[in-house]
């Protein structure tokens, strides 16, 4: 079912449940009737995220702990994904960052981000299509990112990887529309969550305006996948940056560019 049909049988899934913008999904999904499916890797927060849930709206909760960086944690919730009840509205929200650029990475940190921020990504979003392309109903909601737009963050491969979200679900949405099914790339800019602290990146100069409030994205981003639409930029702010992104000249870009990269190198030593 997707958000603007009414049924006391909808469900949800949602990966990364249990903070930021899952867990703003979670609760406005519950608060409009929507039974759910949490995903993540803490169980013991995902159990008492479900409890408190289910004891707010009355609605049904499950919880399903697992690392989406792992083949065994997405093998989990593909079984779920194909199980009864039917999910009917996926988000992909499970995503890490790394505090260091390429040439300080290693091999097995690269691996995992591009493992959780897009393989993941892709692997449910076949494991949800092949149901809801069947019953002809259903949506999916990919959270990629405004950096996603450009390469203006030197050395991060975290861009690079929303970069593929947003063309993967662009063009999966174009596929999956005759089906009635929809899919909608949800790319905002900073938000307020625990995203930045667990990647241990130092975000205290970032000014108060550019920060957006993760109830606020969650809103615009269900009224955006009502409109029918495949890339969902929320606030004016951040649909202003985008188009300077896709339209400034790339010689502006790149010093842009280059002046980020003198700062994150002396501010990451």
């Given at each position: 079912?997707?958000?603007?049909?009414?049924?006391?049988?909808?469900?949800a899934l949602i990966t990364g449940a249990t903070a930021g913008i899952g867990a703003a999904f979670a609760d406005r999904?519950?608060?409009?009737?929507?039974?759910?499916?949490?995903?993540?890797?803490?169980?013991?927060?995902?159990?008492?995220?479900?409890?408190?849930?289910?004891?707010?709206?009355?609605?049904?909760?499950?919880?399903?702990?697992?690392?989406?960086?792992?083949?065994?944690?997405?093998?989990?919730?593909?079984?779920?994904?194909?199980?009864?009840?039917?999910?009917?509205?996926?988000?992909?929200?499970?995503?890490?960052?790394?505090?260091?650029?390429?040439?300080?990475?290693?091999?097995?940190d690269e691996t995992r981000l591009l493992r959780l921020n897009v393989h993941a990504v892709m692997r449910l979003t076949?494991?949800?299509?092949?149901?809801?392309?069947?019953?002809?109903?259903?949506?999916?909601?990919?959270?990629?990112?405004?950096?996603?737009?450009?390469?203006?963050?030197?050395?991060?491969?975290?861009?690079?990887?929303?970069?593929?979200?947003?063309?993967?679900?662009?063009?999966?949405?174009?596929?999956?529309?005759?089906?009635?099914?929809?899919?909608?790339?949800?790319?905002?800019?900073?938000?307020?969550?625990?995203?930045?602290?667990?990647?241990?990146?130092?975000?205290?100069?970032?000014?108060?305006?550019?920060?957006?409030?993760?109830?606020?994205?969650?809103?615009?981003?269900?009224?955006?996948?009502?409109?029918?639409?495949?890339?969902?930029?929320?606030?004016?702010?951040?649909?202003?940056?985008?188009?300077?992104?896709?339209?400034?000249?790339?010689?502006?870009?790149?010093?842009?560019?280059?002046?980020?990269?003198?700062?994150?190198?002396?501010?990451?030593?």
């Amino acid at each position: 079912m997707t958000p603007d049909q009414s049924s006391s049988e909808r469900w949800a899934l949602i990966t990364g449940a249990t903070a930021g913008i899952g867990a703003a999904f979670a609760d406005r999904l519950a608060s409009d009737g929507w039974h759910l499916v949490l995903v993540a890797r803490d169980a013991e927060r995902l159990a008492a995220q479900a409890a408190e849930l289910t004891g707010r709206y009355g609605v049904e909760t499950e919880t399903v702990p697992a690392d989406l960086s792992t083949d065994d944690g997405c093998a989990e919730v593909e079984r779920r994904l194909a199980a009864a009840p039917p999910v009917g509205l996926l988000v992909n929200n499970a995503g890490i960052s790394l505090n260091k650029p390429f040439l300080r990475s290693s091999l097995e940190d690269e691996t995992r981000l591009l493992r959780l921020n897009v393989h993941a990504v892709m692997r449910l979003t076949l494991a949800a299509l092949r149901n809801m392309t069947e019953r002809r109903d259903g949506a999916v909601i990919n959270v990629s990112s405004v950096a996603g737009f450009g390469a203006i963050m030197p050395g991060s491969t975290y861009s690079a990887s929303k970069a593929w979200v947003t063309n993967f679900s662009e063009s999966v949405g174009q596929s999956a529309r005759p089906f009635g099914v929809r899919v909608m790339a949800l790319c905002p800019g900073y938000t307020r969550t625990e995203f930045h602290q667990r990647a241990g990146i130092d975000m205290s100069k970032t000014p108060e305006w550019l920060w957006l409030a993760a109830p606020d994205v969650v809103e615009e981003a269900l009224r955006d996948l009502r409109k029918g639409k495949l890339v969902s930029v929320p606030s004016w702010k951040y649909k202003l940056a985008v188009a300077g992104l896709r339209h400034a000249p790339r010689g502006l870009l790149d010093r842009v560019a280059r002046d980020t990269r003198g700062r994150i190198g002396r501010d990451r030593g």
